[in-house]
């Protein structure tokens, strides 16, 4: 008898029984590589003994103690430790448990702002097409991909949808990067001006767009625009790095390498590395300053935010990363990573584009390379291809919908940071193997 109410309620998943550095072996002994993270989650691997000692020492200490009457040492030394390396004036950390909880936080945090300094009509929020920001309901209202979002929307808040930066698909033959980037992000402008300034309170995006069209980054320039569009408007600018954040991209914040700064950004999967549950967002002064100098208390809160094994686990992580120059690593692995992927796929008929950052790669799958036509959707080549990769010991993470949230599929690959040449030898060619059987 199996009493769980599964992710799919018709399918019959291994056990997970134990973790050996990147591999996860299931019950029966079967390794599989796991080249995605999870979801972006395992950046340290699965038997990282300085972690889980971390979270260990805590549970003999104290594992928990409710934040609405006790601060605790690891939630401290974590947000000292993330606020040091922030971009910008991030300046406070809001600790939750996972990625959606900390979206929700920022959209409240971002209204709240305003209500605190006298501008109560600003409430809506834009987003974009095919952006993924979690499935609680506020997170699934500004995300924009049409799929997740259809069965839900008569519970959703009202949001508005601009264009993704997504260069592969919509950028055209007569404009460069730089030019496409400026095009897409005047589109933010232009849905501030329609619903009028003085109604909007944020804008909300992934620097390096990650489920949804499968690893896709701003071209340079474009966040650059949307901060100058932002702060022309008095908009919040929301960056969620919940999956491309935290060392993924080789930066330990995904948008220092565009040279942006956002008023709140949140993070998760790689904060905590899958060790404990644990999310946040930062928040920068002047918005942290408003509801301090003003009512004093941020109307939100969750039973377990700021917990302490999850963030004694947490701050572990992240001293790993210092200690063993993982950020570098993340740098050197990805460019191995996609130079062996541009070898094997590079002048593959049925993939269309390579595109990533780090440890952050996607692969776009296609019916014919030089048209950029996409698969019948029925084919649910995505599904095939996981379903054929894990046969074959490795684990990625293919979506469908690519384009429209219907449309197109892709490959999102985004292994353990601590990977080697022989796992990058190992990802490529089970990935080769996979998307031939999947596509004949």
């Given at each position: 008898m199996n009493h769980v109410f599964h992710r799919n309620a018709r399918a019959a998943y291994p056990t997970a029984a134990r973790g050996e550095g990147v591999y996860i072996l299931d019950r029966d002994g079967k390794r599989y590589l796991d080249a995605s993270g999870g979801a972006a989650v395992s950046c340290l691997g699965h038997s990282e003994a300085r972690v889980t000692a971390a979270i260990k020492r805590q549970?003999?200490?104290?594992?928990?103690?409710?934040?609405?009457?006790?601060?605790?040492?690891?939630?401290?030394?974590?947000?000292?430790?993330?606020?040091?390396?922030?971009?910008?004036?991030?300046?406070?950390?809001?600790?939750?448990?996972?990625?959606?909880?900390?979206?929700?936080?920022?959209?409240?945090?971002?209204?709240?702002?305003?209500?605190?300094?006298?501008?109560?009509?600003?409430?809506?929020?834009?987003?974009?097409r095919q952006s993924y920001h979690g499935n609680t309901l506020g997170a699934l209202a500004v995300g924009g991909n049409e799929w997740r979002r259809e069965q839900f929307k008569p519970l959703l808040i009202d949001t508005s949808h601009v264009s993704p930066c997504f260069a592969y698909r919509d950028r055209r033959d007569d404009e460069s990067e730089e030019g496409y980037g400026q095009r897409v992000a005047n589109e933010l402008e232009t849905a501030i001006l329609e619903h009028g300034p003085e109604t909007v309170a944020a804008f909300v995006c992934e620097p390096v767009v990650g489920a949804t069209l499968g690893a896709v980054p701003a071209v340079p320039g474009y966040l650059k625009r949307i901060r100058e569009i932002c702060d022309r408007y008095g908009v919040l600018l929301i960056f969620d790095e919940v999956m491309c954040g935290m060392g993924r991209t080789g930066y330990l914040f995904a948008c220092e390498?565009?040279?942006?700064?956002?008023?709140?950004?949140?993070?998760?999967?790689?904060?905590?590395?899958?060790?404990?549950?644990?999310?946040?967002?930062?928040?920068?002064?002047?918005?942290?300053?408003?509801?301090?100098?003003?009512?004093?208390?941020?109307?939100?809160?969750?039973?377990?935010?700021?917990?302490?094994?999850?963030?004694?686990?947490?701050?572990?992580?992240?001293?790993?990363?210092?200690?063993?120059?993982?950020?570098?690593?993340?740098?050197s692995m990805g460019g191995k990573l996609r130079t062996a992927l541009d070898e094997r796929f590079g002048n593959h008929h049925n993939v269309g584009d390579i595109?990533?950052?780090?440890?952050?790669?996607?692969?776009?799958?296609?019916?014919?390379?030089?048209?950029?036509?996409?698969?019948?959707?029925?084919?649910?080549?995505?599904?095939?291809?996981?379903?054929?990769?894990?046969?074959?010991?490795?684990?990625?993470?293919?979506?469908?919908?690519?384009?429209?949230?219907?449309?197109?599929?892709?490959?999102?690959?985004?292994?353990?940071?601590?990977?080697?040449?022989?796992?990058?030898?190992?990802?490529?060619?089970?990935?080769?193997?996979?998307?031939?059987?999947?596509?004949?």
């Open positions: 549970l003999d200490e104290i594992p928990f103690a409710h934040t609405g009457f006790f601060s605790n040492d690891p939630m401290e030394d974590l947000a000292d430790h993330l606020i040091a390396r922030a971009p910008g004036d991030l300046d406070r950390v809001y600790f939750v448990s996972g990625g959606s909880e900390a979206i929700e936080a920022a959209l409240k945090m971002a209204r709240q702002y305003f209500m605190e300094i006298g501008q109560p009509e600003r409430h809506k929020i834009i987003a974009r390498e565009d040279g942006v700064a956002p008023d709140l950004l949140t993070i998760a999967k790689g904060l905590g590395a899958g060790y404990q549950p644990v999310g946040a967002t930062l928040v920068s002064s002047r918005v942290f300053q408003a509801i301090h100098d003003g009512s004093g208390f941020f109307q939100h809160g969750h039973t377990y935010m700021g917990h302490a094994a999850a963030c004694a686990g947490a701050l572990a992580v992240q001293k790993v990363i210092e200690e063993d120059s993982l950020l570098a690593r993340v740098r595109r990533g950052r780090g440890l952050f790669l996607g692969l776009e799958l296609v019916e014919d390379r030089p048209t950029k036509e996409s698969f019948d959707p029925a084919r649910k080549i995505h599904a095939r291809v996981k379903a054929k990769a894990m046969e074959l010991g490795l684990m990625c993470y293919p979506m469908g919908g690519t384009i429209d949230g219907r449309t197109g599929d892709h490959v999102l690959l985004a292994p353990p940071f601590i990977i080697d040449d022989g796992h990058v030898s190992e990802i490529v060619e089970k990935l080769g193997e996979a998307i031939d059987e999947a596509i004949r």
